[in-house]
């Protein structure tokens, strides 16, 4: 079964370091996701891609945020300079056309910022 | 902004019995709910979806109910497996476009 991967599964890294997490999703899919967990809290959703831009971002995803999909296959979530409150479980989604419904979610990358 | 509540944080149920799981929304603009399964270090699986033009749908031990006119979507699983403890969130969506998720509740089943 096809299944969305996101590499490194736990990444530690010190306060203001720039962090890249990275997504290969599903193939065949056209648009992509970042959501967010912090834990004890719900999943927030982060981003959405199509089309080689940004379809949408929640409030969350400031200046501090980008993403890339540098090739066919990666996408990428850059966190420019981390802070302590970016600790979270970094989920990439994507999902093969406008009519889907759901989303194929990775194992997600959880990121320590210490 | 809590669009999308689930006000039970945990539950837990009788192997063989029906476990029902709970969710409320605020905004009447989502067109779309879903209820997606977690385990622990693993990504959200989704489960099963219903249309705000329905108010019921089944996909074998699972059957999620939606009440527009009460903004309140049910999951029920029956009967429950051991392999059903999970945390559940339910999420909803607006035009195909990003999921808004709950806060989840983590289902235990009982043998």
């Known amino acids: 079964e096809p299944e969305v991967t996101q590499t490194p599964s736990h990444q530690v890294t010190q306060m203001g370091q720039e962090v890249i997490l990275r997504c290969v999703p599903i193939?065949?899919?056209?648009?992509f996701y970042w959501y967010r967990q912090i834990l004890g809290q719900k999943v927030e959703f982060l981003v959405s891609?199509?089309?080689?831009?940004?379809?949408?971002k929640s409030e969350i995803f400031d200046d501090q945020f980008s993403v890339e999909r540098p090739d066919g296959s990666n996408f990428t979530l850059k966190i420019r300079s981390t802070k302590l409150e970016d600790s979270a479980m970094y989920f990439c989604?994507?999902?093969?056309?406008?009519?889907?419904?759901?989303?194929?979610f990775g194992q997600g990358t959880r990121l320590t910022v210490v | 902004d809590q669009q999308v509540k689930q006000n039970s944080p945990s539950l837990s149920v009788q192997e063989g019995r029906i476990s029902i799981l709970n969710c409320d929304y605020t905004?009447?603009?989502?067109?779309?709910f879903l209820w997606y399964k977690k385990y622990p270090a693993e990504g959200p699986t989704f489960l099963i979806s219903?249309?705000?033009?329905?108010d019921k749908n089944e996909d074998g031990r699972f059957t999620v109910f939606l009440n527009k006119s009460a903004k309140h979507l049910s999951l029920h699983i029956v009967p429950s497996q051991p392999g059903d403890s999970a945390v559940y969130f339910c999420?909803?969506?607006?035009?195909?476009?990003?999921?808004?998720f709950g806060t989840g509740t983590r289902l235990t089943i009982i043998p």
């Open positions: 905004n009447s603009m989502f067109d779309y």
């Open positions: 989604a994507s999902r093969e056309r406008q009519g889907e419904i759901w989303a194929f």
């Open positions: 891609f199509y089309n080689n831009e940004i379809s949408e």
């Open positions: 193939s065949n899919h056209l648009y």
């Open positions: 999420a909803a969506s607006f035009g195909n476009e990003k999921l808004t």
């Open positions: 219903i249309s705000s033009i329905k």
